[in-house]
């Protein structure tokens, strides 16, 4: 039996991850996925229950669960509250008290949405690339850090880009698994030409690929990368860099889908267990509208099955129905075009499931 825990959030988060647990109890009552859910509060609705962003409760079945279901969390209700104690900070601290070192993130184009992305069909139809983000170490938390004055008396900044080799050898494993579940390619992005710390990047990289024979590795410096992902996003499989660098290039793949409400993700730790959920935050101007495009969670639900159940035929199953929902015209506002039919968010999740009950009877 494994544990399911589930942190709606704020915003749309509940109305989301609402239609992701009809996925999931389906699952669990029709399909024997041997699952067990709970709920906790985290983010801004935490705050209001019980004083603080993430509580020591929901770290505790954060700790427990063997995957973590989350909606969103912010909104502009908390945005006066001193850093340290907004909504955000409840996500950064059960990212990195749960050691998510790898962020996954897809960009995948479903053909019939392919008017929603700003660049030309030809360059992002098929679309289909992941980028794996190292998320606990590099820059964003290396020491020293921080502003001081100087003896000079000036003021300097200080943030340190700090890789040890297993680190970069524990991403780098992640990156080669996954793609020989895919298409066998991994493009890894540094900036080896004026960082030092890439340079190490690079030679653990390339090192590593001696084990993945069946694997192919490519080298691309990261301005190159950012370049390339523009002008043909396609040529990509896996791509795999350190957490400044996918920060920027993930957002920026995220955006050649042109939807937001479409993509998931996932952050796992080195046994499988994952914290998955949309990219999009708690979007509060159409929060309680029945507005929220519930896809992306949906489709983290995918990705639970596939990462940390092991259960690719399910998955696939799960990315299929929504394929046939959009085949079918159905469309949330986000992703209306001229010719489709407008839903709302639970009858997206309604008609997610009618498809995967389709998709059991054939
Ligand atoms: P946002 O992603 O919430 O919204 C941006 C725009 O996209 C909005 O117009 C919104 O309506 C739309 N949108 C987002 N998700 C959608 C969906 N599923 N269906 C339809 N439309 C959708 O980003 P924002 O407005 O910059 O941030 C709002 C709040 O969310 C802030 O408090 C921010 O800190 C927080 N946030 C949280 C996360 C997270 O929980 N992981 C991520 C980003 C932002």
Redesign the pocket.
């Given at each position: 039996m494994k544990k399911i825990l589930l942190l709606p959030?704020?915003?749309?988060?509940p109305e989301?991850v609402g239609e992701a647990v009809k996925v999931l109890s389906y699952l669990r009552d029709n399909r024997g996925l041997d699952i067990q859910m709970e709920e906790a509060p985290i983010?801004g609705s935490a705050i209001d229950a019980c004083g603080q962003p993430l509580p020591e409760e929901t770290l505790e079945k954060a700790r427990e669960a063997d995957a973590i279901l989350?909606?969103?969390?912010?909104?502009?209700q908390?945005?006066s509250l001193p850093i340290e104690r907004?909504?955000?900070k409840g996500?950064l601290g059960l990212r990195s008290a749960l050691g998510f070192f790898a962020n996954l993130r897809p960009a995948l184009l479903y053909p019939q949405l392919v008017e929603a992305s700003t660049l030309r069909p030809e360059v992002v139809s098929g679309l289909d690339l992941l980028i794996v983000r190292e998320l606990t170490g590099g820059i964003y938390f290396g020491h020293p850090r921080g502003v001081h004055v100087r003896e000079d008396g000036q003021r300097v900044g200080v943030n340190t880009l700090i890789y040890t080799e297993s680190e970069i050898r524990r991403i780098g494993r992640m990156a080669f698994e996954i793609a020989r579940k895919r298409n066998r390619r991994v493009c890894s992005v540094d900036k080896a030409n004026v960082l030092e710390c890439t340079e190490l990047w690079r030679e653990e990289m390339t090192n590593l690929a001696s084990r993945y024979e069946d694997v192919e590795l490519t080298h691309l410096y990261v301005d190159n990368a950012a370049m390339q992902l523009i002008r043909a996003p396609k040529q990509f499989d896996v791509m795999v860099t350190t957490n400044l660098f996918g920060d920027i290039l993930s957002d920026a793949a995220a955006m050649l889908t042109g939807s937001?409400?479409m993509l998931p993700s996932a952050s796992l730790d080195e046994l499988g267990k994952g914290l998955y959920?949309?990219?999009?935050?708690?979007?509060?101007?159409?929060a309680g509208k029945n507005?929220?495009?519930?896809?992306?969670?949906i489709l983290s639900v995918a990705m639970m099955l596939r990462y940390t159940f092991e259960d690719s035929a399910t998955a696939d199953r799960i990315e299929q129905a929504v394929g046939q929902v959009l085949d079918r015209g159905l469309r949330?506002?986000?992703i209306l075009s001229p010719g489709k039919r407008q839903v709302g968010?639970r009858e997206m999740g309604d008609a997610v499931l009618a498809a995967l009950e389709r998709l059991d009877t054939e």
């Open positions: 959030g704020d915003g749309i988060g989301i983010g989350l909606g969103a969390v912010g909104g502009p908390w945005e907004r909504p955000e996500l937001i409400g959920e949309p990219i999009h935050g708690s979007a509060p101007d159409i507005l929220a495009n519930p896809l992306a969670t949330t506002a986000d968010t």
